[in-house]
């Protein structure tokens, strides 16, 4: 089993910058792709960014594209993601997911934190 954590969730302002991080632990051995996803009040869960175990691999949403950076630090097993320029469609709740690939299909992951709440004001 995996636990995950995620932190750094707030309220900002449009245009500035949150970094959120994600904190794992059990079973890590497992982990081969570990993403963000969020989801805003009524809508769907979606996916953000990804990143394979080795950061080598990389993979974004179209949406935050050139604004979002999804990095890791394997030593302290944890995942981060920088998010600037941020705009009021930014809102949701961020969840960080773990699974034994790098992919945006949420069906790839099987292990979830739950969430740190994003709230941008315009």
């Known amino acids: 089993q995996v636990q995950l954590v995620e932190s750094g969730g707030g309220l900002v302002q449009a245009g500035g910058s949150l970094r959120l991080s994600c904190t794992a632990s059990?079973?890590?051995?497992?982990?081969?792709?570990i993403a963000w996803y969020r989801q805003a009040p009524g809508e769907q869960r979606e996916f953000v960014a990804a990143?394979?175990?080795?950061?080598?691999?990389?993979n974004y949403a179209d949406s935050v594209k050139g604004r979002f950076t999804v990095s890791g630090d394997r030593s302290k097993k944890t995942l981060f993601l920088q998010m600037n320029n941020l705009a009021p469609e930014d809102t949701a709740r961020y969840y960080c997911?773990?699974?034994?690939?790098?992919?945006?299909?949420?069906?790839?992951?099987?292990?979830w934190g739950v969430g740190t709440q994003v709230t941008v004001s315009s």
């Open positions: 997911a773990t699974g034994s690939l790098v992919a945006r299909a949420r069906s790839s992951y099987g292990h």
């Open positions: 990143i394979s175990r080795g950061g080598g691999i990389t």
């Open positions: 059990g079973s890590t051995f497992e982990i081969n792709g």
